[in-house]
């Protein structure tokens, strides 16, 4: 099954201080946890915020976060796309609006293109 693709999609809800014991700084390790036991060769994120993104992304060197241009904002979320090195390569990143307020990720691999995450 070389061929499989495995895609997954994760809400990995923000960092909100209000959130007591299940605040990020005590979920994080779970979350890796779970990507690494489904290994998904793409995944998107939803809800994360630019530090969550940072403390996946040091958790997490065998992805490659498509967040090049962005503009890191300490209120905002941001949906993210993100793929195992190993098997996929970006060919082309582009957040962009096409509705008031709303954007959209589109990312091309060879064949592969997820929109709207």
């Not at 007591?20 to 700084?25: A, H, L, V």
């Not at 990507?35 to 630019?50: F, V």
Request: with cysteine.
């Amino acid at each position: 099954m070389d061929n499989l693709i495995r895609v997954m999609t994760f809400n990995i809800r923000f960092d909100n201080p209000k959130d007591g014991d299940k605040r990020w700084e005590y979920r994080k390790d779970l979350v890796c946890e779970i990507i690494r036991r489904y290994h998904p060769q793409i995944l998107g994120i939803q809800e994360a915020t630019w530090r969550q993104i940072m403390d996946l992304r040091s958790a997490l060197p065998e992805y490659e976060f498509c967040i090049k241009g962005r503009v890191w904002d300490d209120t905002c979320q941001y949906p993210t796309l993100i793929f195992r090195k190993d098997r996929i390569s970006c060919k082309k990143v582009r957040t962009s609006g096409f509705l008031p307020r709303q954007k959209f990720t589109e990312a091309v691999t060879g064949v592969v293109c997820i929109p709207g995450l």
